[in-house]
């Protein structure tokens, strides 16, 4: 979401109505991403192709209500393998709240999966083939998740987390 500014003053120049948006970040294929309010929040998070691995992006413990983490997939028509978002496994107290709309492709048949806000921590996804999630803490323990998954399978699922896993 892009900050509206009405009036900026720069030393003696007055500039008015500025739109200011932070750049995307293409996050990696390669290993798991830890990521960090700094670094990513209220910014584009793209999801590549993960050619050969599973990766996790594990979403910080939130410090506030109103932290924005917004994924989507640029990358092959069919990723190969999952994406799983879910939360930092070595606290394991901050949950997911909310719903992703599954649009699945193979059958032509459209779902709705919820995460239960008292033990989901872990969003995973069976080979997307676009994607587009919104995770906004609600709070320093929950992240309000919405958006839409498109897969040739029955591709998303909201679980515990086992620590260790990805």
Do not use: W
Not at 11 to 30: E, H, R
Not at 47 to 69: C, K, Q
Not at 92 to 99: E, I, L, P, S, W
Request: glycine content about 4%.
């Amino acid at each position: 979401m892009a900050e509206i500014v009405p009036d900026v003053k720069l030393s003696n120049l007055l500039v008015s109505n500025i739109s200011l948006q932070p750049a995307p970040v293409v996050l990696s294929n390669a290993s798991n991403v830890s990521l960090t309010s700094t670094d990513h929040a209220s910014r584009l998070l793209v999801v590549p192709d993960h050619t050969s691995n599973s990766i996790a992006y594990i979403l910080p413990d939130p410090e506030r209500a109103g932290e924005r983490y917004q994924f989507i997939y640029s990358g092959a028509p069919k990723m190969q393998t999952d994406a799983i978002i879910r939360t930092n496994p070595t606290t394991n107290d901050v949950f997911f709240r909310g719903a992703v709309t599954l649009l699945e492709t193979r059958t032509a048949s459209n779902s709705v999966v919820f995460a239960n806000s008292t033990n989901h921590s872990n969003l995973q996804v069976i080979q997307p083939e676009a994607l587009d999630l919104e995770f906004v803490s609600a709070n320093t323990t929950c992240y309000i998740v919405s958006g839409t998954v498109t897969s040739t399978a029955t591709a998303v699922s909201f679980n515990t987390q086992t620590t260790g896993s990805y």
